[in-house]
Each structure stands twice: as C-alpha cells, then as structure tokens.
C-alpha cells in the first residue's frame, strides 16, 4: 500500500480563498481540484508541468511564477486574478491570435478551444496588436489527418503524447524566432511518410484544433 496521504494537508491562500493540497501537488493542480480556474495553455493534467506559456503565471508571496511549476506548500499567499497578473496574460494571448491565423466564428474548434477559452476569461475585445497574417504551411497529405498550423500556438503537447504516450516521435518543435513551426518527423517532412495515426493521443490533445 502507499504511504502517500490521500486526504489534504495543509492550505495555501489563493486570492484570499484557502486551497486544500496534497503531498507533491503544484498550485495549479490543487487550485483544479478545489474548482478554481487558473488560466493556461501548455498544461495538461495527464503530463508533467513544463511552464513554458506563462499564461499561468501568479503572484507567490510577492513573487511572479508559473502556477503549473510551483509546488503548493502551507502558508503560502498566491495572487492570480491582480488586475496587474491579468494585463500581462491578456497581451500574452493577443500576442498568440496575432502570430496565427485565427478565426473563431469559422473554426469547428470554436466553444471548446483552450485559446478562446483563455480569452474570454481574461475579456480580451480585441488584439491590440497589428496582426501579422503570416504564412503557416497546411499538411493536407494524410488522408485522416490534417495538420493547420495557422492555429499552432506551440504549447508542445503533440510533441509529448506523440512521445510519451504513442510511442512515436511524430511531432517536434523547429526553428527559431518567428520562424519557430511544429514539424512532422518523416523524410519528406509530412504526415502522410509518418507514423502517426487518427487513433493517436497527438491527434486530440491539441487545445486549439491544430
């Protein structure tokens, strides 16, 4: 049997709410668990935490990091919906719809996108940027599988269940910059000389309908 408690141990402050957490939980994973919705891209509750879209950023005794990361610990005062925390996500996000190419009311993604979601969260009304209508390449090789990188948002989690839970590799991250894609892992670099499947966890696990 384990010895690890299945009950909480102790609390932490999320904007003035106490959260119930459990040996080697991170704020993000307790803070879903007591039902309180911290916005984020690139986490999902069946991988390991990497951090890397910042959306989920908060306030931890004075101090700014990614919730997803942090592991929770008792006494600790975590800031998430600050006006100051939600500024910063929300040019976090018109950042990403201006990159893409994202069109909502067009996408058969539209109501259940983690993207949009974040969005309407965070009353974004528009992009502030100039949107920059760059060039995505479209994978239409496959004849199953479509690949649109003009939603990518590169949160990586194609690349990880290819990885971790099919067993394939088909997915990796390339380039650098702007010039920063999502690449297929075959010769000819596309989907139709790759491994991948309709079956597979890459498939469905992109948050935007990539």
């Known amino acids: 049997m384990s010895d690890t408690p299945t009950t909480p141990v102790s609390t932490f402050l999320l904007d003035g709410r106490p959260i119930p957490f459990l040996p080697g939980q991170t704020i993000m994973q307790a803070a879903q668990d007591a039902g309180v919705y911290i916005p984020?891209?690139?986490?999902?509750?069946?991988?390991?935490?990497?951090?890397s879209c910042k959306v989920?950023?908060?306030?931890?005794?004075?101090?700014?990091?990614?919730?997803?990361t942090m592991p929770a610990?008792?006494?600790?005062?975590?800031?998430?919906?600050?006006?100051?925390?939600?500024?910063?996500?929300?040019?976090?996000?018109?950042?990403?719809?201006?990159?893409?190419?994202?069109h909502c009311p067009f996408c058969e993604k539209s109501a259940n996108c983690h993207l949009q979601a974040v969005a309407y969260h965070l009353e974004m009304q528009d992009t502030h940027y100039v949107h920059a209508y760059p060039h995505?390449?479209?994978?239409?090789?496959?004849p199953d599988v479509m690949l649109d990188r003009s939603r990518c948002i590169l949160c990586e989690l194609c690349v990880r269940a290819s990885r971790e839970v099919d067993g394939k590799d088909v997915f990796t991250i390339g380039g650098r910059g702007p010039h920063?894609?999502?690449?297929v892992n075959s010769a000819s670099g596309q989907l139709k000389d790759s491994d991948v499947a309709v079956t597979d966890r890459a498939v469905h696990i992109c948050p935007v309908g990539a």
């Open 40 to 51: 984020h891209l690139c986490h999902h509750h069946d991988f390991a935490p990497i951090g």
């Open 136 to 142: 995505h390449e479209v994978d239409a090789s496959h």
């Open 56 to 68: 989920c950023s908060v306030r931890v005794n004075g101090r700014m990091i990614a919730s997803c």
């Open 73 to 102: 610990s008792a006494g600790l005062v975590v800031e998430s919906e600050a006006a100051d925390i939600n500024h910063d996500r929300q040019r976090l996000t018109q950042m990403l719809f201006v990159e893409g190419n994202h």
């Open 180 to 183: 920063t894609t999502l690449m």
